[in-house]
Each structure stands twice: as C-alpha cells, then as structure tokens.
C-alpha cells in the first residue's frame, strides 16, 4: 500500500518551494538510492518534519506495507547493581551502595519464568547491570535451564557490555564465549549498551564499559554464526547531528557485511535521577524527526521500532507515520529501566487488546510476530477483537 504516498512523493518533487540540495534527496529516495552522510546532516539541519514524513513514510510503506508489528515478550533485570557508572544511567546503584539495588539468583529467575507458563509470550528480553558473580557460568546455567523448561521460549539476551565483561573474566575468546552461550540457548542480541559510537561522546556518558569498536565486534561475530540481533542509538543528550549520523553509518556499514540486525531502536534520552539531570530532554518532534531520518538512512534495516515503554503510548503512535513499524512487545511492567529514568509509562503495561487498537486507530494493521519477525498472527485478517 505506497500508493498515496508514492504520489505525495511525487508531488513533492515537482515542488517549487524545496531546495536543490532537499530535492535530490527526495529524488534518491523516490529511486530507491542511498543517501549520503552529509545528506543525512543536512535533513537533521534543514528538513521540515513534514517534509521528513513523507519521505520515511514512503520508505516504510515499501518495506513493510501498513503493517506494524508487535510481540508478547517480558523482561528479566538480574540485577541494578553495576561495576560502571554511565553518567544517563538512573537504574544502576554502584557497587558499594547497594540499599536499593537486586541481584538475582538462578533459582530467583527460573521463579520469574516459570510465573509466565501459562501466558503465550514468545521472548524473553534478558539484560541488566554488570556485576562479578553474574559471570559466564551464571548465563550458562539460566539458560541451559530456561530451556529445559520452556524450550520454544526464544532467550533475547545480554549486549556487548556484558558479553565483554564475563568473557574477559572467564578468559574466553568473544567467539568462544557467544559459542558456549549459544549452545547453552541464547537466541539472538538486544540491541543495546550502543549508546553513542563517537568515541569522545562515549568516553563522557559511558567511559570504561565496552568501546564502539568492541561494540560492533561483537555483534559482526554473532552475526557469522548465523545469528541476528538488533541495534539502539542513545540520543538527545550531548551529541551533534554529526555524532547521530556518524553512530548510523557505521551500523549501515556493518550491515552491508552481515545482513545480521533485525531492527534499529533510537533510545530518547531521559533526565531523571542521573547526573546527566541538568540535560533537559529534546522534544516530541525531534524525536518524530529522528525516527523519520533513522527510517530514511538506514536502508538496509528492514525494521525501526518506536519502543512505546520509553517513548509513551502518543508518541509511539504518532511515530508510525514517521518511519517507525515495530512498537516491541506488551512488556506486562517488568522492566524498570526507563521509569527509573522518567519516562511516559511508569508501570509499561499493555494487553493485546490495547496495543492493538492502538495501532488501528492509527490507521495501520497490527501483526504478532515472534522474535525474528516470522507472523504469529495477522490481524487483518479479522475485522474484530482479539
Ligand atoms: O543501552 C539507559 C538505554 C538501553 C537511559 O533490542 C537509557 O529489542 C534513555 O537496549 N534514557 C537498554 N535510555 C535497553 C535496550 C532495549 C530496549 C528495548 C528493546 C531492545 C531490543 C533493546 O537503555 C541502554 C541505554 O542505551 N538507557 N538509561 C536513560 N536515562
Ligand atoms: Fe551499568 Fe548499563 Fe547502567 Fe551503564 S547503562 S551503568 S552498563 S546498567
């Protein structure tokens, strides 16, 4: 369905009233080329929002059609307590201050899922702080029993932050590391502890954990043992427009070499209770500009998701006309990293009956999938509730 947009498309590029420079960036876009990274400043620079919906909405209907996707997952946080302090984070309590911070068991865990045995999720979304005796053989064991017990639960865990952490610790190889967890039953990467690649910036909100490079090592490997994970940007807080391109660019490169990423996540920075507090947060349209750019440069990503529990319920819909086609899961409250840190939704919790009507009423049609995107079920293919 890229008819009417097709047209608006069109449209525009008969316009009088746009600039040479914006116009040949429509017309890529119209031609299905790529754009380039100073093509990418200049939208950030110069592009009405308008202007950016047209054309992120023209890219995402030939994608995926009117579709939007969601899933049935919930999250595991093994711990808060942490060995870093990155200065945007407002769930981590350092080591030695511990009064409000949990570290989890295995058995505390295996409580948790086995608490979801008879829902119909499909994924668990596993990550939390870094501490010591969270390490290589803690993973293997949850995993190796998550899947004892629940073997078609698809297990979304842990990001190159923890992978270079317990790796290090064990002495292990990343190869050989993602190797052992991978048979223990890890099925694919969330998509975080990216943040920002700019390595200056990187260095200022979270110096000590794994670097850009590390970073992008890790998920090219998983990538070549056939595996897929996705991608976050951390923005709105002390990087340029630069810093945001440059951070796209290298995961466009990347994926240019593995096909590997399912989806791109930009992560809106919030200010509460972090030291980055006196950073006001950006607004509601950048965030609308920054998804419709992400869409439109990113064209080798087939999916960019609004995370509806960090951005809210109003923005995550209205950005469904911005480029987004992924809204993530029904979450059911159980993670707390961005409440801790102020945003929308303090208890992030939707039935399927609520995300669906919420992407309808946006015009849109809802559709399950499981974690890589296979179709769980297809809501256009009936007129009433689920
Ligand atoms: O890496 C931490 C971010 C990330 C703040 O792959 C913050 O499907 C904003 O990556 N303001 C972890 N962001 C969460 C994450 C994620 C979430 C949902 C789905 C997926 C997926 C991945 O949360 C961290 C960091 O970038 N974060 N603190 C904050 N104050
Ligand atoms: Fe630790 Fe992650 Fe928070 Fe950084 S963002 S302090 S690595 S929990």
């Given amino acids: 369905m890229i008819s009417t947009e097709t047209n608006t498309l069109s449209l525009l590029l008969d316009s009088d009233s746009l600039s040479p420079a914006l116009k040949a960036i429509a017309r890529k876009v119209y031609n299905q080329q790529r754009i380039s990274a100073e093509e990418g400043i200049l939208l950030y620079k110069q592009a009405e929002l308008g202007f950016l919906g047209i054309l992120a909405n023209h890219i995402r209907e030939e994608k995926n059609g009117n579709k939007v996707y969601f899933n049935h997952n919930f999250h595991v946080e093994p711990t808060n307590v942490c060995v870093y302090s990155c200065a945007f984070c407002s769930y981590s309590r350092l080591i030695k201050n511990r009064e409000d911070g949990w570290e989890l068991s295995v058995d505390q865990i295996m409580n948790i899922i086995k608490g ?28 190796e029993r998550i899947k004892a017990h629940r073997p078609d639960l698809h297990i979304k865990a842990l990001t190159p932050v923890e992978f270079h952490y317990i790796f290090k610790k064990a002495k292990v190889s990343y190869e050989e ?33 794994c670097t850009s490079e590390e970073w992008l090592r890790l998920h090219e490997i998983w990538h070549n043992m056939g595996g897929h994970s996705n991608a976050t940007m951390l923005y709105g807080h002390i990087e340029t427009f630069e810093h945001r391109i440059d951070h796209m660019e290298r995961l466009r490169t990347l994926q240019d070499k593995t096909g590997g990423f399912n989806a791109f996540i930009p992560l809106k920075f919030r200010n509460k209770d972090n030291q980055m507090s006196h950073v006001p947060e950006v607004s509601v349209v950048e965030d609308l500009r920054n998804y419709a750019i992400s869409r439109i440069y990113l064209d080798n990503f087939a999916h960019i998701k609004a995370y509806w529990a960090m951005i809210g319920r109003s923005t995550a819909q209205l950005s469904l006309q911005f480029g987004t086609d992924d809204l993530d899961g029904t979450i059911d409250d159980t993670t707390k990293i961005y409440s801790m840190a102020g945003s929308e939704e303090q208890h992030p919790k939707m039935s399927t009956a609520e995300l669906v009507e919420l992407i309808q009423t946006a015009g849109r049609t809802p559709v399950e999938r499981d974690t890589l995107y296979h179709v769980v079920k297809d809501y256009s293919k009936q007129q009433t509730n689920p």
């Fill in 116 to 143: 979801y045995d008879r829902q119909p999720v499909t994924e668990v979304h596993i990550t939390g702080g870094v501490v010591p005796k969270q390490d290589l053989a803690f993973y293997k064991e949850l995993f």
């Fill in 177 to 209: 590391g993602l190797k052992i967890l991978k048979e223990a039953g890890l099925n694919s990467l969330p998509g975080g502890g990216a943040e920002i690649f700019d390595e200056g910036i990187r260095d200022q909100i979270a110096g000590g954990k």
